[in-house]
C-alpha cells in the first residue's frame, strides 16, 4: 500500500469515528442547542466521508441539506417553542 493509500485510509476512519462520536453527543446532550450542533457535526463527517469516497455530489447535498439546513430549521423550532413557553407562563 502506497503512502497515499493509508493517507486515504486514516481519513476515511476518522470521518467514520468522527460521524459516530458526534451522533452519540447527539443522542446523549442535555441541552437540545447542544444535540442541534452535534447533528450538524455528524451532517459534516458524513459529507467529508462522501467526499472521500468520491461523490462529490452527495457530499454537496448531504452537507446543505444534513449540516446546514436541517439545523437552521432545528434552531427555529427551538426558538418558537421556548418562546410560546415563556409567552404561556406570562399569562
Known amino acids: 500500500m502506497n503512502f497515499e493509500g493509508v ?3 486514516i481519513l476515511n476512519t476518522l470521518a467514520i469515528v ?3 462520536a458526534a451522533a452519540c453527543v447527539t443522542v446523549h446532550a442535555k441541552r437540545l ?3 442541534c450542533i452535534a447533528l ?4 459534516s463527517f ?6 472521500l469516497l468520491q461523490a462529490p455530489d452527495v457530499a454537496i447535498a448531504e452537507a446543505s441539506v444534513g ?3 436541517s439545523t437552521i430549521l432545528y434552531i427555529i423550532a ?3 417553542v421556548r418562546a410560546a413557553e415563556e409567552e404561556e407562563e406570562n399569562l
Do not use: H, Y
Open 18 to 20: 468522527g460521524a459516530v
Open 40 to 43: 450538524a457535526a455528524t451532517g
Open 46 to 51: 458524513v459529507a467529508l466521508e462522501f467526499l
Open 33 to 35: 442547542i447542544d444535540s
Open 67 to 69: 449540516a446546514v439546513l
Open 78 to 80: 427551538i426558538r418558537k
Open 7 to 9: 493517507l486515504v485510509f
